[in-house]
DNA sequence: GGGACTCTTCGGTGTGGGCCGAACCGTCGG
DNA sequence: CCGACGGTTCGGCCCACACCGAAGAGTCCC
């Protein structure tokens, strides 16, 4: 009983459109000040203020004052795959082909994209696709990075081993992809991976959102390394 | 844009404390009449009607009419995962001993319980441990029953191989439990364990809700399989 | 110090929606 | 055919809350 008035308050924080479209916007990982919220959001600043507050208060952000500027963040990890696992459910019709389903003003974001910090789109679900099929990483119930895998990511991807050591996050996770409806790799692995490709220059982002591209330095490593042929990618 | 309005409009079908315990409450994976939620939840049959109204348009629930009942259930184990991920967000105090973080009344979910249909609790947690230690279990990195798990499944446990084939449905997964704030063995895999102790008498359900308890030919049985010692769980 | 800027606080307004009771509709059983 | 019962629909009430503008606090820069 108790608890399902906990439940209600975590969900109602997530059921007003204001709210829910800075979620989304902060699902790209990054830290995002006030004012470009309520800008993005179309409120002024005063309600903005006012969401920002109960969103941070109920847990789901973080906020660091910097000067006048009041940043926010996602709390987590774990509350962005919280807000992937409720975007899932709103991709209800897996008949259309997706050249259909995805509109032009979406098609960066379908190409390739971050999904908190790990790469989803069709560039996740490629890498992902790769990794396996060079038996790098084990989907064939749920999934787990061999010790193929552990190397690889160790020594050609160049991640160092502590990196790829943590606490509590798993390694591997699957993560559903709403555009691809097909699922790709997240945890620490799927991070650390993401880190590693934007360091080296191998992909980066466009413009100031979540989409990301491959560069062609990127598409030719990602040739040699996996095997991942991305030239219809684009 | 269009998304975080759908967003919003999901999570506020679970943003209301009335609708929050219908769905906790269907989260024992059977089916309620609408009455039997009315009186749940403290409201008059006419409130009821309408949240279930709602929360079946939005598709959380799937309804069967039968005589002058209405019958609902959730719409499947994505919406029970859903839930459960919303549910593992509520307990955020990983620091008290478990024995005073349960109070009495929920003593019984504590030991053991259905998680939609999957066991879950110390009972669901002590049995995926069991698995691990086995070697039928794979949970270094995610969840990956090994091949002498499903050989396991099917031999001594008795499941019919074709029962662990499904199209789309994952073998192993993890799902979060929010009492022992550890993974235990959900997917398709967890619910055929569920079924077939439930279907053998090892297990069998306390009152009308989520508990379970093991009955004596079960803690005999899982010692026998598992090497299980389940004299601590009571 | 003064002006520009970002954010917060506080009234006040309007509306969405949760709730109930009363009336009504179907179903079941005698 | 009638009463009991489960569920639905409708009208009305009321509260929660999203929103804004105005005023104010804190920060930065000239």
């Given at each position: 009983m108790a608890r399902s008035s906990e439940l209600a308050a975590l969900a109602r924080l997530l059921g007003d459109d204001t709210r829910a479209r800075f979620c989304l916007a902060l699902l790209d990982g990054r830290a995002w000040t006030a004012g470009e919220l309520a800008t993005l959001a179309g409120v002024s600043a005063s309600t903005a203020s006012e969401h920002l507050g109960k969103l941070v208060a109920g847990g789901l952000l973080v906020e660091r004052r910097q000067g006048r500027h009041r940043y926010v963040q996602l709390a987590g990890p774990r509350v962005a795959e919280l807000l992937e696992g409720l975007v899932a459910?709103?991709?209800?019709?897996?008949?259309?082909p997706a050249s259909l389903r995805t509109s032009r003003v979406s098609a960066a974001l379908a190409r390739g994209r971050t999904c908190y910090d790990h790469l989803a789109g069709r560039l996740g679900v490629a890498i992902t696709d790769a990794l396996a099929a060079r038996g790098?990483?084990?989907?064939?119930?749920?999934f787990a990075l061999t010790s193929d895998g552990v190397d690889w990511l160790t020594g050609p991807l160049g991640i160092s081993p502590e990196d790829l050591r943590s606490s509590r996050r798993p390694l591997a996770k699957a993560c559903l992809d709403w555009t691809e409806r097909r699922s790709h790799l997240a945890g620490l692995a799927g991070a650390r991976i993401c880190d590693r490709l934007l360091a080296t220059g191998w992909i980066k982002r466009i413009g100031t959102h979540r989409a990301v591209t491959v560069t062609p330095a990127g598409t030719e490593a990602l040739r040699t390394l996996l095997d991942l042929d991305l030239t219809q990618l684009q």
């Open positions: 459910h709103l991709e209800p019709a897996p008949e259309r790098l990483l084990d989907t064939t119930a749920g």
